[in-house]
């Protein structure tokens, strides 16, 4: 308790904290060195990070005991914080508002914001290779049957032929590895509103809250044909997406036009918002069978 106002204490909570994150798989020696040909390979993933921070909340109540103001309070609460991974200081915060408008009936909202760093995983996965076939993962194999127009505009740009069939090309190799070096953090706000009713009649209570959420920097990766696709697909020709793979040139004296391999890294894919409502109702009472608690 920091101090005393009108309608009561006023809370808090301090700290700092300091954390150290390792991770260190290493694969069997064969699979590492591609011995094992025709088979996926993978490489040592390994890698630390470490964080500090430094946080702090407090609980203001505002006012009680008033027509239509049973209680009202705020919470504030704040984080700063370091990770190695990513270098820059970062802060995250929420307000909440909590109002007992009658001993049944009370309203709450908050707004915050959220960060996450990429995990180890994320950042240090070794890579890892596997195989595809080109049927599976290319759209300009016979691109002039396509009813997709931006396909049939960048695969023609990309000087392939409109009846490239890919007889005699081999699979591509498909990479994932991590994202150290580009990988930004995810970041979001959250919002919502709510009421909830407890009546006196019972051991029963209700709540109804409206949510909203944006992702924005949501790391994950794409498979093969999401990226390939994402290349030739899209109204810009050519586009970040066309950095993440390799194909042979048209005059290529072996396999023209193939392609070799496919570079599906971590990486920051774009943003995501969710909104919605919560409804949920609780009941529990005791009878001389049992307890029931639904």
């Not at 007992?100 to 996965?125: K, V």
């Not at 048209?250 to 894919?269: E, Q, R």
Request: hydrophobic fraction near 30%; proline fraction near 5%; include cysteine.
């Amino acid at each position: 308790n920091l101090f005393t106002l009108p309608a009561g204490d006023v809370n808090s909570a301090f700290g700092a904290e300091y954390r150290r994150y390792s991770i260190n798989d290493q694969p069997d020696p064969n699979n590492a060195a591609g011995y094992e040909w025709g088979y996926s390979s993978a490489q040592p993933t390994k890698g630390t990070d470490h964080v500090h921070e430094i946080f702090g909340e407090v609980n203001i109540p505002i006012l009680k005991g008033l027509p239509g103001v049973e209680s009202l309070s705020a919470d504030m609460s704040a984080r700063e914080f370091k990770y190695a991974s990513v270098g820059d200081s970062s802060n995250v915060w929420k307000y909440g508002l909590s109002w007992q408008i009658t001993p049944t009936w009370r309203a709450r909202g908050t707004m915050g914001t959220s960060y996450r760093a990429p995990q180890l995983y994320e950042l240090y996965l070794g890579n890892q290779s596997g195989f595809l076939g080109q049927l599976g993962i290319d759209p300009c194999i016979n691109w002039g049957d396509s009813s997709n127009d931006f396909i049939k505009a960048n695969c023609a740009a990309a000087g392939i032929p409109s009846d490239y069939a890919a007889n005699g090309n081999g699979s591509a190799t498909i990479f994932q590895g991590g994202g150290k070096g580009f990988l930004t953090p995810e970041k979001s706000r959250a919002k919502s509103l709510g009421i909830v009713w407890t009546p006196t009649w019972g051991n029963f209570n209700m709540a109804l809250d409206y949510f909203d959420y944006h992702i924005r920097g949501e790391i994950s990766t794409l498979s093969a044909s999401d990226i390939i696709n994402g290349c030739y697909g899209s109204a810009v020709y050519p586009n970040n997406f066309c950095n993440l793979f390799h194909r042979n040139s048209p005059s290529d004296p072996g396999h023209p036009n193939m392609i070799t391999d496919v570079h599906a890294t971590y990486i920051n894919i774009n943003s995501e918002r969710n909104r919605g409502y919560d409804l949920q109702m609780n009941y529990s009472d005791d009878f001389s069978f049992g307890k029931i608690t639904a």
